[in-house]
């Protein structure tokens, strides 16, 4: 993986790139949190033809105004008229891709080293597995400012990029699997011989297609884990430091109003989750 991960969701697939997406229509808007960029379609604007039309021609009548002045001034007619047209026609192809639904393109990157291409997920199971762990991936981040000194937002950064590039490429073998499964499972050998080495090989393809598929599944649930329990590490700390911070506000209004002095504060129960925060991100970094 490279120094960022970007990532695009659309409509009917999600793209995972080391480099930056492009759209094939509509327009998208980059969000970089890190060494993570989340790539969005925007939506349609909504204008139809007719409306993109008045406005274009809104837009070219004063250039024509102004290009006629320039030429009643000297100036070369043809040159005002080219730069105007160049505008106009800028305006109209804005407005036309502002009216599409998104899309993103596919990336063409066969020449490219094959852990360098881009990941793509078509299919309805894999694209929520990974939709699940960006979700997660932005929990995990949200509580970083306030987990200063705990955690190295940098070290971090990079171990939850590399755990959502690590997913992309176990999802996309799983996609390929279960596609091959699908195959192989169409495939009728009842009626053929048993000592039959075509029959042989379709059985022996089939059980290696279902030892990957449990391997790619083991390793796809031990990335989303690792994901879920950092965020759900750092989301307890802070809840239970709110709720610490809380008590012990409250016993020293209490002692306060009562006169007696407040117990010393101790706080074991947050050393273990500090402990068990640590131990999340060392298992997100593994």
Avoid: N
Wanted: hydrophobic share 50%; with cysteine.
């Amino acid at each position: 993986m490279g120094m960022e991960l970007h990532v695009g969701v659309d409509s009917e697939k999600t793209v995972v790139s080391a480099y930056p997406l492009r759209s094939r229509s509509g327009r998208i808007r980059r969000t970089r949190v890190g060494t993570l960029v989340e790539t969005s379609p925007c939506a349609p604007s909504g204008r139809t033809l007719e409306q993109r039309v008045v406005f274009a021609a809104r837009v070219a009548l004063p250039l024509l105004f102004v290009s006629a002045v320039a030429a009643a001034f000297g100036f070369s007619w043809w040159l005002a008229a080219a730069g105007s047209a160049g505008l106009v026609g800028y305006v109209w192809r804005r407005q036309a891709r502002a009216a599409q639904i998104a899309a993103f393109a596919v990336p063409r990157d066969e020449a490219l080293p094959q852990a360098e291409r881009a990941r793509v997920l078509w299919t309805a199971a894999e694209r929520t597995a990974f939709d699940g762990a960006l979700a997660s991936s932005r929990r995990v981040r949200a509580t970083w400012p306030a987990l200063a000194g705990m955690v190295d937002p940098v070290l971090a950064d990079r171990s939850l990029t590399r755990a959502l590039d690590e997913l992309a490429t176990v999802l996309g073998r799983r996609q390929e699997l279960r596609r091959l499964r699908a195959d192989l499972s169409g495939v009728e050998v009842a009626d053929i011989p048993v000592d039959s080495p075509a029959r042989a090989a379709v059985i022996e393809q089939a059980e290696r297609a279902d030892a990957l598929w449990r391997e790619t599944g083991a390793a796809a649930d031990r990335i989303l884990a690792s994901i879920e329990t950092a965020a759900r590490a750092g989301e307890s700390f802070l809840r239970e430091r709110q709720v610490a911070a809380t008590a012990r506000y409250a016993e020293r209004t209490l002692a306060r109003v009562t006169g007696t002095p407040a117990a010393a504060e101790s706080g074991p129960e947050l050393a273990d989750r500090t402990e068990a925060v640590i131990a999340a991100y060392r298992d997100l970094a593994v």
